[in-house]
């Protein structure tokens, strides 16, 4: 299966410099991308592809279920990345429906260290127990906590300090929170962007500042 990768990658290159003979220049000079993309791990969900982006226009972080922990280093350091040295202009949250780290935290089973990773949607199913309710089945209710999972998302990628301080020295970043359909291949807005005029009041520690 390796030597199949392998002559896989050696005809998309061939391909790619056969239509554009100075794509892997290009790449290999700069990489200025505008979007800084926090997804799932799902392998039905790459950013370029469903994005339509060409590699160098994402920076991309993704993990299970597109979870925004505090005590991520490994999100925090790339969120930092992109914002203070990529100066990207747009950050997305981007969940999907079907999500199998969603229905992993709605189900009574063992899941190893997962359990411990999932546990953020599991407090969301409850404090959102009676909207999820009334939802018309199962999955309905694991698409909706999917989002809700995702607007959770972009509000704690913006009380990050990197985002604080970013927005405090002026920046121009706006966090978006998108959500993909497997069944049908669309990204949809979940209206839930945050911009830095919604954090224009809210004071830093003096340390945060400096």
Request: charged share 25%.
């Amino acid at each position: 299966m390796l030597n199949d990768l392998l002559a896989r990658n050696r005809a998309w290159s061939d391909q790619r410099q056969a239509q554009e003979p100075d794509y892997f220049t290009r790449l290999a000079a700069l990489q200025a991308p505008e979007f800084f993309w926090i997804g799932c791990s799902d392998s039905r969900v790459p950013a370029n592809v469903v994005a339509g982006l060409d590699p160098g226009e994402v920076f991309v972080h993704r993990n299970v279920a597109n979870l925004v922990h505090s005590s991520d280093m490994n999100l925090l350091s790339a969120l930092e990345f992109a914002v203070d040295a990529l100066s990207v202009r747009e950050i997305i949250v981007c969940g999907h429906y079907g999500c199998g780290g969603v229905k992993a935290a709605t189900e009574d089973l063992p899941h190893g260290l997962a359990d411990h990773w999932l546990e953020p949607i599991r407090r969301l199913a409850r404090a959102y127990a009676v909207d999820l309710g009334r939802e018309r089945d199962l999955e309905a209710q694991r698409d909706r906590l999917a989002e809700l999972n995702v607007a959770e998302g972009v509000r704690r990628v913006c009380e990050t300090p990197i985002l604080q301080k970013a927005w405090a020295r002026g920046a121009d970043i706006r966090v978006h929170g998108l959500i993909y359909g497997l069944k049908d291949g669309r990204l949809r807005d979940l209206d839930c962007s945050i911009g830095p005029g919604h954090f224009q009041n809210r004071q830093l520690p003096q340390e945060a500042q400096e």
